[in-house]
């Protein structure tokens, strides 16, 4: 059978104002079985209220959504069988133990039996706290206060999650982790709505949407993000000895060199987007040359959705 | 087709379970909190109890006899022998009460007409005016007890046709008045107590789980409303009970309080009492949805009429009409006139069914509140 692709979360025209503030605005996008789905933006650009809506928590002044064949408006009750939801504030009953947090959430979802165990059990491993059931909550460190979360989010085996900024707070090393649970649950058909400032964790969403000021402003593949909104060929520039004094004499030579789309500093690196015919070996540094600047330290990169984030909230 | 039904309605059991399992678990690893919640019955009753019965055992009474028949003075009599009240002075003139008032020198004063033993000896109602100081509300209010007794005791000895009134209580308290004070007490005890700890914990639990972020993932979960709030009410009403066969066991044992009605029908009325209360401390919670401006809403809107409004006190009676009216509207004053007519008069639930009802009306316009506040303000 031809697969065609199973849509699991569809937003049309959604709508939230708080007053005469427009927190989302026209928002249309849909998401897939088993896709991971991230939804990028600053502080205030309406994440956690879209999340909200979608989870049937908040009504939308306008526009429609359904989240597993729910709508949300309509059958709120129905949206919350279906799906789990780690919010961006909440992280478990602190005073509560491992075991009694879980224990929790299996009753809220009414899970009985066998089969409550059984998914206690995986939630357990799955948190790698199997020999930890009795730890309070509030001992944990923050990478497996999350991982426990995101288990007691997954005991009814919703096919639709939400996370609110999951990651927030959490070191590097625990973030990686968190996110080889999310890869596999996508890879099993659990379809992933991920929210997050972090432009690394973007880069493993299948596709991303950027939200600027309530509006959903782009969406599409990483890949395909930076082929729209940075095109050219990046370069990057270092001084060598110069420091801060070099980046900024560099950034002075780019400011209205022809060719040039565009450049930020990277450290005390500037990274530069081009045309293609700047592009080539020597030609950037021979121009800086011209305007004072020696470096022969310019070697190709790649674009990050940093960048594009960059592009998207200059325009 | 009943078997869906059945299913949602063992789920529905099962969330509301787990609820008042976790709400139980929180109280688990706070026991400084039940701690309180049991002490305070015990300090209040022995506070009130020892204080109040001592303090009133010395009232300064002033007779006025404008009669002077036999009549009269077996009256005043009656008053002083009982040992609750101190002659101090006796007058023939109504005009000498007020400088002793005034002075501090006395705080009651009986004053018989002078057509009292006529009124008597015709088979009218005699009366005797009762003066009391009311600026000691406290001293006033158990003096006016120890007086009705008195006088009634004398009516009901004296006239065939008294009032309705069984003489067993009458002798008892003549003989020993210091029981008086915490048979009176007793029942405004276990409101307050009830108040003070059960609907002040009610009203923090919903408010910190709004604070902590949990009650935005409670609602991402299927726990419906009504779920929510009964499961969170369970384990206050547990407690609450508990308080108030731990002032039951102490004022009977310690205190030798009478327990003349149905044991059951008390825990009934103050189960009734206890879901009102608790109820509104949850509204109160839904509404703030701050720890700290919910516990101050609820020492106002239910320390304060529990204390002040219930009869409990200061006698409803003697109250202006408008807080007459707001205590009306509350349930602290139903309870303790339940109380007081179960324990103290042996009354059946007849006799309890108005307040019965007026408090579980509370309940359910609480309840309605509650559940709409929470729909409205998801999220
Ligand atoms: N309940 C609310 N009432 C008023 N304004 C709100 C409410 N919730 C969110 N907002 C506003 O909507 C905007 C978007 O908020 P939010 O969705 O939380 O942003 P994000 O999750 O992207 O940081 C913010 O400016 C916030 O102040
Ligand atoms: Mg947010």
Redesign the interface.
């Known amino acids: 059978m031809p697969s065609e692709p199973e849509t699991v979360v569809d937003v049309r025209g959604l709508t939230r104002r708080f007053g005469a503030f427009v927190a989302v605005n026209d928002v249309s996008f849909s998401v897939t079985r088993g896709e991971i789905f991230g939804y990028l933006g600053a502080n205030g650009a309406g994440k956690s209220t879209t999340i ?1 809506m979608l ?4 009504a939308p002044t306008d526009g429609r959504a359904t989240v597993a064949g729910a709508d949300i408006a309509r059958e709120p ?1 129905r949206v ?2 279906s ?1 789990g ?1 780690m ?4 992280s478990l ?1 602190a ?2 133990t491992v075991a ?1 947090n879980l ?3 299996a ?4 899970l ?1 039996g066998r089969l409550r165990a059984a998914r206690m059990d995986e939630a357990l491993e799955l948190a790698g706290l199997a020999d930890r059931r009795d730890a309070l909550t509030r001992e944990l460190p923050g990478g497996l206060r999350q991982r426990l979360a995101l288990a007691s989010a997954l005991l009814h085996r919703p096919p639709v999650l939400f996370l609110d900024e999951p990651t927030a707070g959490v070191d590097p090393l625990a973030r990686r982790a968190f996110w080889r649970v999310i890869r596999e649950l996508a890879r099993g058909g659990t379809t992933l709505f991920v929210t997050t400032h972090h432009l690394d964790e973007a880069e493993l969403c299948h596709r991303v949407g950027m939200m600027v000021d309530g509006r959903l402003v782009a969406l599409d593949t990483p890949a395909g993000l930076k082929a729209t909104h940075v095109p050219g060929t990046m370069l990057s520039v270092g001084t060598g000895a110069g420091g801060e004094a070099g980046t900024r004499a560099v950034m002075a030579a780019l400011a209205g060199m022809p060719g040039v789309h565009g450049w930020q500093p990277f450290g005390l690196r500037v990274h530069v987007r081009v045309d293609p015919e700047l592009a080539g070996p020597g030609r950037l540094a021979a121009r800086l040359a011209e305007r004072g600047v020696a470096t022969a330290d310019v070697e190709a990169t790649e674009a990050g959705l940093e960048d594009v984030f960059l592009a998207l909230v200059r325009r | 087709m009943s078997a869906p039904v059945l299913a949602r309605f ?2 529905a059991v ?2 509301t ?3 008042a ?2 709400e139980f ?2 109280m688990a ?2 026991p400084q909190v039940v701690l309180l919640a049991l002490a305070m019955p015990l300090v209040l009753i022995l506070v009130f109890g020892y204080g109040v019965s001592f303090d009133v055992e010395r009232v300064p009474l002033v007779v006025v006899d404008r009669d002077r028949t036999a009549e009269s003075r077996a009256l005043a009599r009656a008053f002083t022998a009982a040992g609750t009240f101190d002659l101090v002075a006796v007058s023939d003139d109504e005009a000498a009460v007020e400088p002793l008032f005034r002075g501090g020198h006395a705080k009651v004063a009986l004053v018989i007409p002078p057509d009292f033993q006529r009124a008597q000896g015709r088979g009218d109602t005699a009366t005797a005016q009762l003066l009391v100081d009311g600026t000691d509300n406290a001293t006033a209010t158990i003096a006016l007890g120890y007086a009705e007794t008195i006088g009634l005791t004398l009516t009901q000895r004296d006239l065939p046709r008294g009032f309705d009134v069984p003489l067993r209580a009458e002798v008892r308290t003549l003989f020993n008045p210091a029981l008086r004070s915490a048979v009176f007490i007793v029942p405004g005890l276990i409101v307050l107590v009830l108040v003070i700890v059960s609907v002040m914990l009610t009203a923090l639990t919903v408010a910190r789980e709004y604070e ?3 009650m ?8 419906g409303r009504v779920e929510l709030i009964l499961g969170k009410l369970m384990p206050y009403f547990v407690l609450g009970l508990m308080q108030v066969l731990l002032v039951l066991v102490v004022g009977v044992y310690l205190f030798e309080v009478p327990l003349r009605g149905s044991v059951a029908l008390i825990f009934v009325s103050a189960s009734v009492f206890l879901l009102a209360e608790l109820a509104f401390g949850l509204v109160i919670s839904i509404v703030t949805r701050s720890q700290m401006v919910a516990a101050q809403v609820a020492a106002i809107s239910t320390f304060l009429p529990a204390l002040i409004l219930s009869d409990f006190l200061f006698p409803i009676d003697n109250m202006p009409p408008p807080l007459r009216v707001v205590s009306s509207l509350l349930p602290p004053r139903y309870l303790v006139h339940a109380l007081r007519a179960i324990m103290l008069r042996g009354n059946g639930v007849e006799s309890v069914l108005p307040d019965l009802a007026a408090m579980g009306a509370f309940f359910i316009v609480m309840m309605v509140i509650a559940t709409r506040k929470f729909r409205r303000t ?2």
């Open positions: 909200r989870c049937g928590l908040l009750g919350k069988r799906i939801y919010s961006q504030k909440f009953y005073d509560l009694e224990d929790f959430y009753s809220a979802y009414a009985s | 063992s789920g099962r969330r379970r787990a609820i399992l976790k678990r929180h690893r706070d902590r972020g949990s935005e993932q409670l609602f991402a979960t299927p726990v998801v999220a």
